[in-house]
Nanobody
Framework: QVQVVESGGGLVQAGGSLRLSCTAS????????MAWFRQAPGQEREGVSC????????HYADSVKGRFTISRDNAKNTLYLQMNSLKSQDTATYYC????????????????????WGQGTQVTVSS
């Protein structure tokens, strides 16, 4: 059974940084793309960033480009999201998801390519 567990959320002031982690078990981690999504209250879940199985190819939502960095350590079955220059609009619950394929498809941000999800970790940015 695949388990995906996020950690690292918290309260931070605008302009600050946080690093999220996601550990996956019950799968061959480096067979799959992984991604981060987020959902703010009253809004739909949106794709933040996606990374291919090797870590070589990454994709970002326009809203986080240049501020967030996705990475993975396949030896540790762990996915990361380094978030810098945080803004109040980054406040959301952040979810880690395991992709269906080894790559991020052109529609990766539409959620349909992801089969296993974590329970989420809350990120709150105070202005």
């Amino acid at each position: 059974q695949v388990q995906v567990v996020e950690s690292g959320g918290g309260l931070v002031q605008a302009g600050g940084s946080l690093r999220l982690s996601c550990t996956a078990s019950g799968l061959t981690f480096d067979d799959y793309a992984m991604a981060w999504f987020r959902q703010a209250p009253g809004q739909e879940r949106e794709g933040v960033s996606c990374i291919g199985r090797s870590g070589r190819w990454t994709h970002y939502a326009d809203s986080v480009k240049g501020r967030f960095t996705i990475s993975r350590d396949n030896a540790k079955n762990t996915l990361y999201l380094q978030m810098n220059s945080l803004k109040s609009q980054d406040t959301a619950t952040y979810y880690c998801a395991r992709g269906r394929y080894g790559y991020c498809s052109g529609s990766w941000s539409k959620k349909g390519d992801f089969d296993d999800w974590g329970q989420g970790t809350q990120v709150t940015v105070s202005s």
